[in-house]
């Protein structure tokens, strides 16, 4: 499950993205993850909770607060306690079903390079650390995918506040 955000917000993430993540590994858009794994065989469940939950919000704000070194890449973290609420409230919901990774305490990011060198991590960390400035973006509701082995196909786009969009592409 991902956080979609406005268009012309995550655009600039997918640019870094596409000029930083390992080609051979980028084989997904920029985007922010709400929950890594929720069991297929419950989607019936998860969308009518997810929807539930998600009704009761207008669009999201949000701040891109700064970097974050992940060793191995580079992430932009985002902060929003109304997304916080609402990713608590979903995770209430779906406790039973999630594994370590989604049990683990939750930090909204935007991976844009992951899977190189240290090095290299550093490099881009320093590079965009000297212009990085806090800004605001907006989340318009979430998107629940369903994985392929490799690919992803949309399942369901979840708008806050009657929000009325197109699926979106690929995460």
Same mark, same amino acid.
């Given at each position: 499950?991902?956080?979609?955000?406005?268009?012309?917000?995550?655009?600039?993430?997918?640019?870094?993205?596409?000029?930083?993540?390992?080609?051979?590994?980028?084989?997904?858009?920029?985007?922010?993850?709400?929950?890594?794994?929720?069991?297929?065989?419950?989607?019936?469940?998860?969308?009518?909770?997810?929807?539930?939950?998600?009704?009761?919000?207008?669009?999201?704000?949000?701040?891109?607060?700064? !970097?974050?070194?992940?060793? #191995? /890449?580079?992430?932009?973290?985002?902060?929003?306690? %109304?997304?916080?609420? *609402?990713?608590?409230?979903?995770?209430?919901?779906?406790?039973?079903?999630?594994?370590?990774?989604?049990?683990?305490?939750?930090?909204?990011?935007?991976?844009?390079?992951?899977?190189?060198?240290?090095?290299?991590?550093?490099?881009?960390?320093?590079?965009?650390?000297?212009?990085?400035?806090?800004?605001?973006?907006?989340?318009?509701?979430?998107? !629940?995918?369903?994985?392929? #082995? /490799?690919?992803?196909?949309?399942?369901?786009?979840? %708008?806050?506040?009657? *929000?009325?969009?197109?699926?979106?592409?690929?995460?």
């Amino acid at each position: 499950m991902t956080a979609r955000l406005a268009e012309n917000d995550i655009e600039p993430f997918d640019r870094l993205r596409e000029a930083h993540f390992p080609p051979d590994r980028n084989v997904l858009c920029a985007h922010l993850t709400m929950f890594h794994r929720l069991p297929g065989e419950y989607s019936e469940r998860i969308i009518e909770r997810l929807e539930r939950v998600t009704d009761g919000y207008g669009v999201v704000a949000a701040e891109v607060s700064g !970097l974050r070194h992940l060793g #191995g /890449g580079v992430a932009y973290s985002v902060l929003s306690p %109304p997304l916080q609420e *609402i990713h608590a409230r979903l995770r209430a919901e779906f406790l039973t079903w999630l594994g370590p990774q989604d049990r683990q305490t939750w930090q909204p990011h935007i991976t844009i390079q992951n899977k190189v060198s240290t090095s290299k991590a550093d490099a881009l960390y320093h590079e965009l650390s000297q212009s990085f400035q806090a800004h605001s973006i907006q989340i318009l509701g979430l998107d !629940l995918w369903d994985y392929l #082995g /490799g690919p992803w196909r949309h399942a369901k786009f979840a %708008p806050f506040h009657g *929000i009325d969009q197109p699926a979106a592409a690929t995460p």
